[in-house]
Nanobody, 116 residues
């Protein structure tokens, strides 16, 4: 079993920054990829950023140049550094873990609100 715990969400003004963390515990082996998704009411969950086990990254067009996804393998932790935040970035952000040969795992979500 794997548990994912997100932290770092909150209220921030437009133009501000936040860093989200996702700590993984349990049987974390053979990581295929990890990622951040976000969801707003009435909309489908969308990919924000993804990083593979080999370190390749990809981002949604809407966050390119503003968000950076990184991992600390020693701590089994993934981060999302968010800068130049906009009101449209407001959403619940979810951590996702894809293991090779195992089910996907999701965190419980953390609210990010960008508002003045």
């Amino acid at each position: 079993q794997v548990q994912l715990v997100e932290s770092g969400g909150g209220l921030v003004q437009p133009g501000g920054s936040l860093r989200l963390s996702c700590a993984a515990s349990g049987s974390v082996f053979s990581i295929n990829a990890m990622g951040w998704y976000r969801q707003t009411p009435g909309k489908q969950r969308e990919l924000v950023a993804r990083i593979t086990g080999g370190g390749n990254t990809n981002y949604a067009d809407s966050v390119k140049g503003r968000f950076t996804i990184t991992t600390d393998i020693a701590k089994n932790t993934m981060y999302l550094q968010m800068s130049s935040l906009k009101p449209e970035d407001t959403a619940v952000y979810y951590c996702h873990l894809q293991l090779i040969g195992a089910p996907d795992y999701w965190g419980q979500g953390t609210q990010v609100t960008v508002s003045s």
